[in-house]
């Protein structure tokens, strides 16, 4: 199983970039899947998650800014970051719950990070 990220940036204060993260290999189900973020010398926290029936849940520091949405067809979970702010500057990260095949317990994955800049 893998997750493999895409769609980090260079913006500017107030704009907006989509990031996408895709799920392969052999699984049974797809539970939670989420995105987090992580800045030098801080923990990794969340952003938004959403459930494999389409509930989200967001950071406050998100909340009408940022949009999660998933595609199970495609194994896919994406955000929409709109009004971008240079705090949101980060190395973002998906995550997800699966169930492999052939493994008999759920386990968290985690993508390779994609790199989000804001600049003032």
């Known amino acids: 199983v893998q997750l493999q990220a895409s769609g980090g940036g260079l913006v500017q204060d107030g704009g907006s970039l989509r990031l996408s993260c895709a799920a392969s290999?052999?699984?049974?189900?797809?539970?939670?899947m989420g995105w987090y973020r992580q800045t030098p010398g801080k923990q990794r926290e969340l952003v938004a998650d959403?459930?494999?029936?389409?509930?989200?849940n967001y950071a406050d520091f998100v909340k009408g800014r940022f949009t999660i949405s998933r595609d199970n067809a495609k194994r896919t979970v994406y955000v929409q970051m709109n009004n971008l702010e240079p705090s949101d500057t980060a190395v973002y990260y998906c995550?997800?719950?699966?169930?492999?095949?052939?493994?008999?317990?759920?386990?968290?994955?985690w993508g390779q990070g994609t790199q989000v800049t804001v600049s003032s």
């Open positions: 995550k997800a719950n699966i169930k492999p095949a052939l493994v008999y317990a759920d386990a968290d994955y």
């Open positions: 290999g052999n699984m049974l189900r797809i539970n939670v």
């Open positions: 959403i459930t494999s029936g389409g509930n989200a």
